[in-house]
C-alpha cells in the first residue's frame, strides 16, 4: 500500500509540477474565450461599421423595376428613386465616378431573387455598406404593410418557442432534463482530452527513458499500472475541480458586469432536473469509459517501443471516441436503429454513444445495465491487457511486442 | 559456513524458441564481490533479470537470501541495470527520494541517505536541479546512488562504469569497496577485466549460457595456468571446448 501511494504521488507531481500542465489548462479555455469575445466583438464592430456607412451613403442611385421598393423608405435613407429610363446613364456615372453606386432592382427580383449593384470601385467596405444598404431597403419596404415596428422585427428575426411536454400525462422539464446528464458527456470529451494521454506519456516515457528495468526491480507492474492509473485520476479530479472553479468565477463575473448568461434553447438553470437513475449511468460510463480509454492507452505505450509509436497506434481510439459524431443524429433520434444498438456496445464507441443516449433519455435501464456491463467487461479485458503487456513489453526496446507474448505464461 | 545470499540451482530460461540459459549454477556470500562475466549475447542480463522476478525461468531456482525475489525484498537489493536511465523532467533529489521510498524506506530516511550520497559524490549543488541538466557522468552517479540507496544486501551493477571518466570511475569502485567492507554482497558484470582483477573475490564466465569457469579469481587462475583473468576470458571464447562447470 506504501508502494501504491509512493507511485501515485510521484505520478501526479510529475504531471502537475509541469508548466504545460497549467499553461494548456489556462491556456485552453481563455484562448476559447479570447477568440469568441474577439469575433463577436469584431463582427459586432464590422456591422456597426457597415451600418454607419450605410447610413451616410447619399449619392447612390436606385432603380426599381420590381414595384416591391417603397418610395418613402427610399426617401427615408435620404436617397431618391431614379426612373427606369436613366438606369444605362447611370451605370456610366459609376463606372466614370460621378456616382458612387447603383442598386437595380430587377423585374424578376421576386421569383430570382437577385438583384443588382453596380460600384465606382472595389473598396471591400463599400461593397459591404451599398450591400446593406440595399438590403435595408428592400426588407424594410417588404415588410412596411405589416405595420408596427414589433411586428417587422418579428417577421424578420423570428420567435422563440417556450416548448411544455408531457410523459405519461405529467408535464416534464423537456430539454431541462437533458442537461444534467448532458454533462457527463462534455466532461467525457474534456477529461479524454486531458488526461487519458497522460497514461500513454507516462508508460512510454519510463520506456523511453530506460528507468523501467529499476522501477520493475522495486515495484510489481500490477501495482505501478494501478498507480498510475488511480494518479491519472486523481490530475483528472484537479483538472475538473479546476474548469468548474473557471466556470463558477466566469458565472458570478459576468453576472456582477451586468451580463446575464443566455442560455440556448430555452434552458433555465433553475428548471434542472436531477434524475439519481440518468446521473448514476452519466457517472458510470464516465469513469468505466476513462478506465477502458486509459487501459487501451497503456497497453499501446507497453506494447509500442517508442513514445512515437505508441502515439501512432494510440489515433485508432481517439477517432473511435469522436467516431460517434457523425452518427449524432441517428443516435438521438432513432435508438431502435441496429447501427445505434452495435455502437452502443462496440468498445471504442460504447462511451461515447451511452454517454449520449442517457442524455436524451432514449436508453432503458435494462439497455443501459447491459451496456454499462459491457463496457466493465471490456475496460477489465484492456487492463488485464495493459498490465499483461506491461510484464512483458517494458522491456521491449527496439521492437513492438508480438500478440502472443500476451498469453504466454 | 556462511548462508549464501545468493543461491541459483540448475536454472534453465528458454524465451520462444531460443534456450538463453542453461543449467546455471553458483553462489555468493555476504560481503563478496561476484564478478559475472561473458561476451555480449552470453546469458548475464536474462540471468540478472530472472534473479529479480522480471523473466520467469523455465526451470531451476533463483533464489536472494533463501527466497525467490520480490519486490517486498526491495530494501536489500540495488540494481543498475545495463540499461539504465532516470526520469529526465525530475529534479535530483526528487527522483532519489521516490526510489528510496520504492525500496521501502520512510521519506525523511530517503532525503538524508540521498543528500549524504549527493555531498559523497559532489552533487550537492546539483540536488534540486532536473536530472536532464545533467551531464552524462553525473546522471550515472545519480543511478548508482538510486541502486545504493538504503544500504542493500545485494547490490547488482551491470557495466557500472561504461562511459564514465577515470575520476569518476575510481569513485565508482570505491564506493563498491565500502559496501563491499560494509558486508554488502556485489553482482559485478564487466568488460574491463583490470576491474574484475582490482575488485572480484570469486568469478563466473558465461559462454552461451553455461558457466565454463566459476570460483575464486586465484583458483580460476590456477585452473587455467594464468596470470590474468583477460587471458583466461579469451582462451575460453576462442576454444570451441565445450566444459560445463557447476557451482
Known sequence: ?409 | MVKPIVSVENFHLAIGEKEIVKDLSFTINPGEVFAFLGANGSGKTSTIRSLLGIYQPTSGSLLIDGKRYSPLQARDVGYLPEERGLYTRAKVLDIMVYFGELKGLAHEEAKEFSLAYLERVGLADKSNVKVKKLSGGQQQKVQLGVAIIGGPKLLILDEPTKGLDPMNRKLLLDIVDELQAKGTAVIYVTHLMEEVERLADRLLILKDGTARAYGTVADVKKKYKSKSIEDIFVSIYDTKSSEVVHG
Open chain 1, 1 to 409: 500500500m506504501a508502494k501504491l501511494s509512493t507511485v501515485i504521488k510521484h505520478e501526479y507531481l510529475t504531471i502537475v509540477k509541469q508548466p504545460s500542465f497549467w499553461i494548456i489548462m489556462i491556456a485552453i479555455p481563455a484562448i476559447i474565450a479570447a477568440v469568441a469575445g474577439l469575433s463577436y466583438l469584431g463582427n459586432k464592430s464590422s456591422q456597426d461599421r457597415i451600418g454607419d456607412l450605410a447610413k451616410d451613403l447619399k449619392n447612390v442611385a436606385i432603380v426599381d423595376q420590381s414595384g416591391l421598393i417603397n418610395k418613402e423608405v427610399v426617401g427615408a435613407s435620404g436617397l431618391t428613386l431614379s426612373s427606369t429610363d436613366q438606369q444605362n446613364d447611370l451605370r456610366e456615372a459609376v463606372r466614370t465616378g460621378a456616382k458612387e453606386a447603383l442598386v437595380v432592382y430587377p423585374d424578376t427580383l421576386a421569383k430570382d431573387r437577385t438583384y443588382e449593384i453596380y460600384l465606382s470601385s472595389d473598396d471591400f467596405t463599400k461593397m459591404g455598406s451599398v450591400t446593406s444598404l440595399a438590403d435595408s431597403l428592400l426588407k424594410t419596404s417588404i415588410f412596411l404593410p405589416l405595420g408596427s415596428a414589433e411586428i417587422i422585427a418579428l417577421a424578420q428575426d423570428g420567435a422563440s418557442s417556450d416548448v411544455v411536454t408531457y410523459r405519461d400525462g405529467k408535464e416534464t422539464a423537456g430539454l431541462n432534463e437533458y442537461v444534467v446528464p448532458g454533462l457527463f458527456v462534455v466532461l467525457f470529451y474534456i477529461i479524454f482530452a486531458f488526461s487519458v494521454g497522460y497514461m500513454l506519456t507516462s508508460v512510454s516515457e519510463e520506456k523511453e527513458n530506460r528507468s523501467m528495468e529499476m522501477v520493475l526491480t522495486y515495484i510489481e507492474p500490477r501495482k505501478l499500472i494501478v498507480g498510475k492509473l488511480l494518479a491519472v485520476i486523481a490530475v483528472t479530479i484537479t483538472q475538473v475541480l479546476f474548469f468548474a472553479l473557471m466556470a463558477v468565477v466566469a458565472y458570478f463575473g459576468l453576472q456582477a458586469a451586468g451580463n446575464a448568461i443566455a442560455l440556448p434553447a430555452g434552458i433555465d438553470l433553475n428548471k434542472l432536473v436531477f434524475d439519481p437513475l440518468a446521473i448514476f449511468f452519466g457517472v458510470s460510463f464516465l469513469v468505466v469509459g476513462f478506465l477502458l480509454f486509459a487501459g487501451l492507452m497503456t497497453a499501446t505505450a507497453a506494447i509500442a517501443p517508442s513514445t512515437k509509436e505508441a502515439n501512432s497506434f494510440s489515433a485508432v481510439f481517439y477517432i473511435g471516441a469522436f467516431m460517434p459524431f457523425y452518427f449524432v443524429m441517428m443516435i438521438l433520434t432513432d435508438p431502435e436503429n441496429p447501427i445505434t444498438k452495435f455502437i452502443t456496445f462496440f468498445p471504442l464507441t460504447s462511451p461515447v454513444v451511452a454517454l449520449l443516449r442517457n442524455a436524451v433519455g432514449n436508453m432503458g435501464t435494462l439497455e443501459s445495465v447491459l451496456a454499462l456491463l459491457a463496457m466493465t467487461f471490456f475496460m477489465v479485458v484492456a487492463i488485464w491487457v495493459a498490465i499483461r503487456a506491461f510484464s512483458r513489453g517494458a522491456l521491449e526496446y527496439s521492437s513492438v511486442l508480438k500478440l502472443s507474448a500476451l498469453f504466454k505464461r
